[in-house]
């Protein structure tokens, strides 16, 4: 199996039940698998709650003991999330922007062209993680040099190489949100921090503590799923030598191509819910207070909804996968992620003729009954002019 090759890890459990089952730190979560029964439950806001009293549940592995703010407006439900959605919308919908982009692109071009006088490099942590840590500088309006502490912190902001969840690790990430934030108040900017303390939901001025909840889910929530989305986009070009070709000849088919590579590898395997109440999907009972996940991944390999899901067709024309989400939560850093993708596939296509792969190592989730390989824990290749 060649690297950029991602297998179904759903298949059988989809076509059969309908769902999957795994145990989250003795918190059992139900996996909704079908294409159509995620997005209806995700719609169903009312049933399946993404607030509740319990900070960091709904996120799998569970957060709850090493979180204890609210990421917003991630972890908060209508209507009170479209009070905080109206203001971070136009901020998160800059990288539309033609000075934003072409702030991007600058940022891209020099990792190309760094990587292009390398005879080896290490994709995730020498290419994925800075691009993504120079780009939040951009989404977040503060100095470029700041990214370099972000990239010392390594490609996981809760992960260590013996935790999935290490509470020191993200406490790093806690105190530096809470330093940042006390440095707004002292000397205002035009940073999201300052905008962020100076904005008002629903006429109350926001809490330092939610502005920390807006910063922890950027923080955390645009960092693994940029960092894969990159990651695995290279490993399919190396293992695909033509496709570059194919969008240098044809630009056009960049933002398909896009849509394409994030269905395909969904660099976010799924998120969870609470149920308000007992109900069923796909026949299955599902209890109150117990997490059903949306599995986006198992979602966007749907034989009913997509022909050929498990092949890469870059020009695909009818592509409604889930990857940002779906509904009332869909992810706020949509924008500013397609624009990272649409910018890295032209760069990429214009000065690179072929990627070659030397060596990987793939990064294997474990849930439950089922073993998905959402990316690389390395991945070392060589470009080629």
Sequence with gaps: MKASEFPDAFKDARQKEGVGKMNDQDDPVTMVLRHKEVRKCAHQWQAFQ???DEVGRIVIPSEVKIRDTRQIPFEVDPPQHKSFRDILDPWFKRPLNEEY????????????DESLKSNEVEVVADFALKLQSRALTLLLNIPYSEANLWISWGTHVFRSDDSDLDADKANILYDYIDKQIDLAIETPSESLYSVLLNSEVDGEKMTKEEVKGVLILTFAGGRDTVINAVTNSIAYFAGNPKAL???KEKPEMINNAVEELVRYFSPLT????VAT??????????KADTRISLN???ANRDENVFETPNEVVLDRKVN???????????CLGATHARQILRILLAKLSQKVTSIA????????ENLGEFNRKVGFDSLNVQFKK
């Design 50 to 52: 993404s607030g509740g």
């Design 101 to 112: 982009s072409s702030k991007i692109t600058t940022i891209i071009e020099e990792i190309i």
């Design 245 to 247: 070709a194919v969008l």
């Design 270 to 273: 799924q998120m969870g819910r």
């Design 277 to 286: 109440k007992d109900t069923h999907v796909c026949e299955h009972a599902i």
């Design 296 to 298: 986006w991944a198992s």
């Design 320 to 330: 409604p996968h889930v990857s940002f989400g779906f509904g009332t939560h869909n």
């Design 357 to 364: 792969t030397l060596d990987s190592k793939e990064n294997i």
